[in-house]
């Protein structure tokens, strides 16, 4: 279950990951992984600006050094402050929006995704990277990490933004709505061109930002050739993926939304 906690929640654990990523080189190893996988579904040859919302503590940029990085709260690494409900963009002037371990975060997911739709250019890409929930993942998550996972909690889809916008987290919010499809039709007005399940147990094996990691890094390549294997079995080992959806003209959107 969700908790109401206060939104400044988020700048803390910044803060902690921040001091977890300058001490421990294992992350910055796996973070880099990820990111290549994000960066891979970057189309260099769309015009406006690549944003990133939520940027955390700026990793983004080591890989992609155009992105513009937005969050909450300023920091010396920040390019702009902003809530993703309300982006100080204007329409269509953004060719892809990224989202790393944010997504989870949005109470109204449906809300943000409209404002997604007005800055994106037409062909831009919204590009996701999440926790995803399977058999050998969901206890980890579950049991291991302190955001809830909320599976059995209702996702609010109004349109509106939150108010006020506490800090809030489900992990389980992309595997229900791009793999599990709990919402026939959901998003409405956008095509879902790639959605991908991988295992990770390089990943939840190192303990993330606050937890020891359980392997030295030395068996981080071994691990990560285990888990080329196992990603063929998304549904039993599955831990990360990588979504990217494209806003859909707006007649094709309108018989989207008709025949959802």
């Known amino acids: 279950m969700t908790l109401p906690l206060p939104l400044g929640q988020h700048q803390t654990e910044i803060e902690r990951n921040r001091a977890a990523w300058n001490s421990k080189p294992l992350l910055r190893e796996i973070y880099a992984s990820f990111y290549a996988r994000i960066v891979g ?19 983004l940029r080591t890989h992609a050094p155009e992105a513009t990085c937005t969050d909450l709260f300023p920091n010396p690494w920040l390019d702009l402050v902003c809530d993703g409900y309300e982006l100080p963009f204007r329409n269509g002037t953004l060719s892809h929006l990224i989202l790393f371990d944010v997504f989870h975060h949005l109470q109204r997911p449906a809300a943000f995704l409209e404002e997604a739709r007005r800055v994106l250019c037409p062909h831009g890409r919204l590009i996701l990277f999440e926790p995803v929930m399977s058999l050998a993942s969901l206890p980890v998550y579950g049991l291991f990490h302190h955001e809830p996972v909320a599976l059995g909690q209702p996702i609010d889809m109004r349109n509106a933004p939150p108010a006020p916008r506490d800090y809030h987290a489900a992990q389980g919010n992309a595997t229900r709505l791009f793999f599990k499809r709990e919402g026939t039709g959901w998003p409405a007005g956008w095509r879902t061109f790639h959605a991908q399940a991988i295992s990770s147990f390089s990943y939840l094996l190192a303990g993330g930002f606050s937890k020891p990691a359980l392997y030295p890094q030395a068996l981080f390549g071994p691990l990560q050739q285990l888990d080329r294997v196992l990603s063929r079995w998304p549904g039993l080992f599955g831990a990360r993926c990588l979504v990217g959806l494209e806003p859909l003209p707006s007649k094709a959107a309108e018989r989207s939304h008709i025949h959802a």
């Open 41 to 59: 579904l970057i189309d260099r040859s769309l015009h406006g600006r690549i944003v990133e919302v939520g940027s955390g503590i700026g990793n």
